[in-house]
C-alpha cells in the first residue's frame, strides 16, 4: 500500500488488459476518467492516493453506445454530454437523457463520464436514480491469473453500499453500462431540485419509470431516490403500492407519504433532513400528477438539444 | 514525480514537464506563461478557466494538465484569428458585455464553442451555454445579447 500522499506513477494505457493489469499491481491503482470529480476530491485529501493514476481515456472501445440483444450498452467513458444528445440514448432510454439534462454545466457534461458517477457513488448523482429506475446493470472486468480478461454483470440496484463505496473490487474497471430498452408505454420522469437548475448538487432527486397500460394501470413501477440516504435507493414499498393500479389523487397522495417515509435524510448544508422529506413528499406527488396526466407516449416531449425547458428560475424543474 | 507531455496548444506543438497532480490550468498558467484562462474557483463552478480540448469545452481546474497529452488545446489566446470569436469580441464590445473582465476569456471561450456547435443561438440557448460561466458585474443581460448578436451577424455575414 502507498502511504503518500502523491501517486508514484502515472498510466495512460492503449487496451484493457494493460488497464486491468495496472489495477491488479502493487500499491493499486486510481482510476482517472473525466476527473472532474477525482480532480477536486484529490485536492481536497479526500482520496487517498493508489501508487498508480490510472487513465482510462486512452483505452480503446470504451465510450461506444450501441443496442445489443435488446439493451442499451453505454460504455464506460460515453460523457454525459453524449447521454444528452446521442440519439439512441433519446430514443432507448429517455429517463437517462432527461437526468443528463439535469446534470451540472455543458463544461462538466463535456467530461464527466457515465462510469465516472457511478464509481464516485454520491448520493446525489444524477444519474444514479435514473439507472436505477431504468434496472441497468454494470459490467465490471479484471484479469484472472491466466492474462484473460474477464467480465461480471451486477445489478446497479446491489452495487452502491454506502457514499463513495461500491462493490466494485479494487482489481476491476468498470467497462459499460447495460439498460433493458425502453418500450413505447413507458413512461420516465426524472425530477431534480437545487437551489439553480445549472452546477448545484441535487437537494434531491426523483427518477420514475413505468408501463402504462390502456387502462391507466402501472407496472413494472420504479420509483429512485437521490440525496436522500447514504446510497441511491429504490422506494419499494412506494413501488408496491403503486404496481397494477391507476393513478388518482388519493392513491398519489399514499404513494408521496410512502415515499417520504422511505427516505432517510440527513441535516447537511443544502438542506434539512425534514425539508428533505417535505420536498420528497411534494415532488413526488407532483410527478405522479403529471404521469396521470399524460397518458401519450415519453416521445411526446422533445428535449432541446441545449435544453431550454428546464425552469430558469430555481427550485423545482422537470426536462 | 513529474511527467513529460506534448500537445497542441492554439495549433502550435508543445511539450511541458509537470506533476501527476497539477491541472491543466496550472500547466498553462505557471508552466506555460499564458495567463489568459483565468483561476476563479477551482472546482468548475465558476467557468473563468474554460479551454476547448479536442473540439469540447471543459473547465481546465478540472482537468489534469497529463490528460492534455497528445491533445489539442486551444485557450483564449488562440481565438485571435477564429471569426466566431471575432464576431464576439466584437458584439461584447458594441453591447458592454465586459465590466471586470474577469469572467471575459471562459465567456468567450464558451460562447465561441457555442456558436461552432450551434451557429444561430437565440436568448434561451445563449443562457443555457454559459449556464456553467459566473459573470459578478454586468449580470448577463448584455453577455446574452452580445451571444445572440454574434450569431446574427454571422448568420447575415454567411448569407452575403
Known amino acids: ?319 | 514525480m513529474k511527467h513529460e507531455i506534448g500537445f497542441t496548444l492554439n495549433g502550435v506543438q508543445r511539450r511541458a514537464t509537470v506533476d501527476a497532480r497539477m491541472s491543466a490550468l496550472e500547466m498553462l498558467r505557471d508552466v506555460i506563461g499564458l495567463t489568459g484562462t483565468k483561476y476563479g474557483c477551482g472546482e468548475g463552478e465558476c467557468g473563468a478557466c474554460t479551454i476547448i480540448v479536442d473540439g469540447a469545452s471543459v473547465n481546465s481546474c478540472l482537468l489534469f494538465a497529463l490528460d492534455c497529452d497528445g491533445r489539442e488545446v486551444t485557450t483564449v489566446e488562440g481565438l485571435a484569428g477564429d471569426a466566431r470569436a471575432q464576431a464576439l469580441h466584437k458584439a461584447f464590445v458594441a453591447r458592454g458585455a465586459v465590466q471586470c473582465g474577469f469572467c471575459t476569456p471562459g465567456m468567450m471561450i464558451q460562447a465561441t464553442h457555442l456558436l461552432a456547435t450551434h451557429p444561430h443561438p437565440d436568448a434561451d440557448a445563449a443562457k443555457r451555454a454559459i449556464e456553467g460561466n459566473l459573470c459578478r458585474c454586468t449580470g448577463y443581460q448584455k453577455i446574452v445579447e452580445a451571444i445572440v448578436e454574434a450569431g446574427e451577424t454571422l448568420q447575415s455575414g454567411d448569407a452575403t
Open chain 1, 1 to 319: 500500500m502507498s502511504g503518500s500522499d502523491a501517486f508514484e506513477r502515472y498510466l495512460a494505457p492503449a487496451s484493457l488488459a494493460q488497464a486491468l493489469a495496472a489495477l491488479a499491481g502493487e500499491g493499486g491503482a486510481t482510476v482517472l476518467a473525466g476527473g472532474t470529480d477525482l480532480m477536486p476530491q484529490t485536492r481536497a485529501g479526500r482520496v487517498r492516493p493508489a501508487r498508480t493514476l490510472l487513465n482510462i481515456r486512452r483505452v480503446s472501445g470504451l465510450d461506444g453506445v450501441e443496442v445489443e440483444g435488446g439493451l442499451l450498452r453505454i460504455g464506460t467513458l460515453a460523457t454525459v454530454a453524449t447521454l444528452l444528445t446521442h440519439a439512441l440514448v433519446r430514443e432507448h432510454a429517455p429517463l437517462l437523457t432527461q437526468a443528463a439534462d439535469h446534470f451540472a454545466s455543458d463544461q462538466i457534461r463535456n467530461a464527466a463520464t457515465i462510469g465516472g458517477n457511478i464509481c464516485n457513488a454520491s448520493p446525489a448523482g444524477d444519474l444514479l436514480t435514473a439507472l436505477l429506475a431504468l434496472d441497468a446493470e454494470v459490467e465490471l472486468a479484471w484479469l484472472a491469473v491466466d492474462g484473460a480478461v474477464r467480465t461480471r454483470v451486477h445489478p446497479i440496484d446491489d452495487f452502491f453500499t454506502g457514499p463513495g463505496r461500491t462493490r466494485r473490487e479494487a482489481n476491476e474497471l468498470l467497462t459499460a453500462v447495460r439498460v433493458p430498452l425502453a418500450l413505447r408505454e413507458q413512461q420516465v420522469r426524472f425530477y431534480k431540485t437545487g437551489t439553480r437548475p445549472a452546477l448545484d448538487i441535487s437537494t434531491i432527486s426523483i427518477a420514475f419509470a413505468a408501463r402504462l397500460d390502456g387502462g391507466g394501470r402501472l407496472h413494472g413501477v420504479r420509483l429512485a431516490l437521490g440525496a436522500v440516504a447514504p446510497t441511491p435507493l429504490r422506494a419499494r414499498r412506494t413501488e408496491a403500492m403503486l404496481e397494477g393500479l391507476a393513478l388518482d389523487a388519493a392513491l398519489a397522495a399514499r404513494a408521496a407519504d410512502c415515499a417520504a417515509g422511505e427516505a432517510a435524510p440527513i441535516d447537511d448544508v443544502r438542506a434539512t433532513a425534514w425539508y428533505r422529506k417535505e420536498l420528497l413528499h411534494n415532488m413526488t406527488l407532483r410527478m405522479l400528477d403529471d404521469v396521470a396526466e399524460t397518458a401519450g407516449p415519453p416521445q411526446g416531449r422533445k428535449l432541446p438539444l441545449w435544453g431550454t425547458a428546464r425552469s430558469a428560475k430555481g427550485g423545482p424543474h422537470e426536462a
